[in-house]
């Protein structure tokens, strides 16, 4: 029965513990007492004495265990009181019932006689006081008592919820990390390894030296010392080796534990960047070769803009004088009363010669630009001086 009160109430647990530490007690929200009693005057006369709290409060009196479970349920109280021998129902049962819920729940025994066996019984089972009935002028101290001491314990427990949370999200995190986290002493011993998914092999007792190259163990030796020296983090890569024995590489991060001023041990976290390494060698491997591709492409382009200026330079332009020529023959030719009656025929001439002048020389431009031949018979300073005294020549300018 115990445990089917318990999974049907579970849900209060959480509740209680946040509103007991939140709520002020006050004329607008007085203490909640639950009352387990089930005799009429006997609940009286305690409701009376709990007048000299001088504290506002609401006494919710049940007097059977349905009524005093579905009290509960409906909104938890600040205290329960309960006597300890009921017809179906005892103080006993209510006891581990609340504890069951609640840890921290002020829980009085108010009885008419209880022999010294049953009061340490109920102390031990999570009872905060036992009041008898011919002595209630002691139950407002015992009530105020009870609450003091239970809002200090609800403080602590909810520190130490707060902390056990923090404890396994640290711990879930360091276990999910892609990379080992250990403490290590002064000599390199691993003194704790999170044993994570990446060289789980690693064991504590072990050192760091033992699984790191023989090259790498005068820099850990190094920081090793500096970081208990200065008390403060360092960091390092450790390089790998290709070559059987197989080694990783990783950039590491050292920092020390402080313990009473001094270092106690280091906290060493060794980042696994062997595939970041691979990653980069590969990379600059393409590079190199795009370079060589884009070194190539240039040769080739260089090598066709020669080609193509030579036979501009070679073939047309040779055929553009061949037509110049040709048209000075003409015209040479055009003499005595041919010359007289053909005015218009040698102005046209005249402008043929002029525009195959002008092609001729925007065709040797135009093979310049592409390869000049200054470029490959007197290199490049003499090139660009071609270049800027053209320029300044078509442009009217100076550089």
Same mark, same amino acid.
């Given at each position: 029965m115990t445990s089917k009160c318990h999974t049907k109430y579970q849900h209060l647990k959480d509740d209680i513990l946040s509103d007991f530490l939140n709520e002020d007690i006050s004329a607008s929200n007085p203490l909640r007492i639950?009352?387990?009693?089930?005799?009429? @005057? =006997?609940?009286e006369l305690i409701s009376y004495n709990l007048g000299d709290l001088q504290i506002p409060c609401i006494i919710e009196h049940v007097i059977n265990k349905e009524e005093f479970q579905e009290k509960f349920a409906i909104r938890f109280p600040h205290l329960i009181i309960s006597d300890y021998q009921l017809p179906q129902y005892t103080g006993k049962e209510a006891?581990?019932?609340? %504890?069951?819920?609640? /840890?921290?729940?002020?829980?009085?025994?108010?009885? /008419?006689?209880?022999?010294?066996?049953?009061?340490?019984?109920?102390?031990?089972?999570?009872? !905060? =006081?036992?009041?008898l009935k011919d002595d209630l002028v002691r139950l407002p101290s015992a009530v105020k @008592?009870?609450?003091? #001491? $239970?809002? +200090?314990?609800?403080?602590?427990? $909810?520190?130490?919820? !707060?902390?056990?949370? @923090?404890?396994?999200?640290?711990r879930a995190i360091i276990n999910n990390s892609p990379s080992n986290i250990y403490t290590i002493d002064k000599e390199g011993v691993i003194l704790y390894s999170t044993k994570s998914r990446v060289n789980s092999s690693v064991s504590e007792g072990t050192t760091v030296f033992d699984h790191t190259h023989p090259k790498n163990h005068n820099t850990i030796r190094k920081n090793i010392d500096l970081s208990y020296q200065l008390q403060q983090d360092v960091e390092f890569e450790i390089e790998g080796s290709e070559n059987l024995p197989f080694y990783d590489w990783y950039r590491c991060k050292m920092g020390p534990i402080i313990k009473?001023?001094?270092?106690?041990?280091?906290?060493?976290?060794p980042h696994?960047?062997? =595939?970041? %390494?691979?990653?980069?060698?590969?990379?600059? @491997?393409?590079?190199?070769? #795009?370079?060589?591709?884009?070194?190539?492409?240039? +040769?080739?382009? =260089?090598?066709?803009?020669?080609?193509?200026?030579?036979?501009?330079?070679?073939?047309?332009?040779?055929?553009?004088? /061949?037509?110049?020529? /040709?048209?000075?023959?003409?015209?040479? +030719? #055009?003499?005595?009363? #041919?010359?007289?009656?053909?005015?218009?025929?040698?102005?046209?001439? !005249? !402008?043929?010669?002029?525009l195959s002048t002008q092609v001729i020389n925007t065709t040797r431009r135009i093979a310049y630009e592409l390869r000049p031949v200054v470029l490959d018979d007197l290199g490049l300073l003499a090139a660009l001086e071609w270049h800027i005294a053209n320029y300044n020549k078509f442009r009217e300018t100076t550089i």
């Open positions: 639950l009352l387990l009693e089930d005799s009429a @005057s =006997d609940a006891l581990v019932f609340v %504890r069951e819920m609640c /840890g921290f729940l002020p829980f009085i025994m108010c009885t /008419g006689r209880i022999n010294e066996e049953t009061a340490v019984e109920c102390i031990k089972l999570g009872a !905060d =006081d036992y009041v @008592s009870a609450l003091t #001491l $239970k809002t +200090n314990k609800a403080q602590k427990d $909810k520190l130490n919820l !707060d902390l056990a949370i @923090s404890e396994a999200n640290l009473d001023g001094e270092v106690d041990k280091l906290v060493f976290i696994l960047i062997t =595939d970041i %390494r691979k990653a980069n060698v590969e990379l600059k @491997s393409v590079n190199d070769r #795009l370079n060589q591709l884009n070194s190539h492409i240039e +040769n080739v382009r =260089d090598e066709e803009k020669k080609k193509i200026a030579m036979e501009i330079h070679d073939q047309l332009g040779q055929e553009l004088i /061949g037509s110049k020529l /040709g048209l000075y023959w003409l015209k040479q +030719n #055009l003499k005595g009363d #041919l010359a007289q009656k053909s005015n218009e025929l040698n102005q046209k001439v !005249d !402008d043929l010669i002029e």
